[in-house]
Each structure stands twice: as C-alpha cells, then as structure tokens.
Nanobody, 124 residues
C-alpha cells in the first residue's frame, strides 16, 4: 500500500504565505508525477499544480488562478512534493489534496493515490 501524508495547512491572512508538504511512503519503485488539487465547498475539484518526470527533465503545470503566486517542487529522494503559496487570497480557501502516480515494481504500471487533504483557510 502507498500512503500520502500531507501537512502545512492552516489559517492565514490575505497576502500571507503557506507551504504545504506531501510525503509518499510504502512500497514505491517510481513516482512519475505528483500534483496538488483543491476543492472548495460546492465547487469542482481543480488542479492547482503538477510536476511530472519526462525523458530529459520535468514538466510543470499550474492552474490559471495560481500562476505567479504558487510554486511546486519535489525532492525525489524523499518522495516529497511541496507547494509554496504566496500572496494568498480568500478565493484560495479550500481543502488541498496531494496526488501521486506511483509504480510499485519494475513491471507494474502507474496508479494514482490520494492524500487525506489539508485545509487552507485565507481570512482576516
């Protein structure tokens, strides 16, 4: 089994910053991609940022609403992905989920795993 453990959420004032962490553990051969999603009450789940391995590097994508404010990064050796969130707005308030595409052996394909979510609340 693969587990994703998230931390770093909390209450922050508008304009403030927060850093989210997600650590993958268990039997892991390779992690192809890690992503952050968020979902606010009554709204669809949306992609915040993703980082994926490609032949000669990585591919990074951001949702339009967070471009220029959020930064995704990873530490492959630690199976960890980070989300640095700056210039936070009330609209960023949501439950943030970590996702990872994980292969557990050389011959198995990638499967998606989800974290439990961490709450981010931006309010004065």
């Amino acid at each position: 089994q693969v587990q994703l453990v998230e931390s770093g959420g909390g209450l922050v004032q508008p304009g403030g910053s927060l850093r989210l962490y997600c650590v993958a553990s268990g039997i892991i051969y390779s992690i192809n991609a890690m992503s952050w999603y968020r979902q606010a009450p009554g709204k669809e789940r949306e992609l915040v940022a993703s980082i994926a391995s490609i032949s000669r590097g990585v591919n990074i994508n951001y949702g339009d609403s967070v471009k220029g404010r959020f930064t995704i990064s990873r530490d492959t050796a630690k199976n960890t992905v980070y989300l640095q969130m700056n210039s936070l707005k009330p609209e960023d308030t949501a439950l943030y989920y970590c996702n990872a595409a994980v292969s557990r052996s050389l011959t198995s394909g990638f499967k998606n795993y989800w974290g439990q979510g961490t709450q981010v609340t931006v309010s004065s």
